[in-house]
């Protein structure tokens, strides 16, 4: 059974910085694709940024901000958001794929966290 944890979420002022980190029972390795989403409320659960053997990818929204990177030694993904904004307040969750490649849809992928909730102030 694959379990992804999340952590590192938490209250910050707008412009401050976070670090997300997701730790798998599995080999990270053996995945095809990991990725971030998020989801605010009464909203659809939103594409971040995926990372696979060929390169990372990111959404629009956070290019340039966010950089999403994974360690095998350790199984964990991490998440570095820097120059947050309020519109980033969500709920953060860490999902992986065994198909390789990957998609900005959460249906591609079968294993998924519970969460973290990250929060940014004005």
């Known amino acids: 059974q694959v379990q992804l944890v999340e952590s590192g979420g938490g209250l910050v002022q707008a412009g401050g910085s976070l670090r997300l980190s997701c730790a798998a029972s599995g080999r990270t390795s053996s995945y095809g694709a990991m990725a971030w989403f998020r989801q605010a409320p009464e909203k659809e659960r939103q594409f971040v940024a995926a990372i696979t053997r060929s390169g990372s990818y990111y959404a629009d929204s956070v290019k340039g901000r966010f950089t999403i990177s994974r360690d095998n030694a350790k199984n964990t993904m991490y998440l570095q958001m820097n120059s947050l904004k309020p519109t980033d307040t969500a709920v953060y969750y860490c999902?992986?794929?065994?198909?390789?490649?990957?998609?900005?849809?959460?249906?591609?992928?079968?294993?998924w966290g519970l969460g973290t909730q990250v929060t940014v102030s004005s």
């Open positions: 999902a992986a794929s065994n198909s390789p490649g990957y998609a900005v849809v959460p249906g591609h992928y079968e294993f």
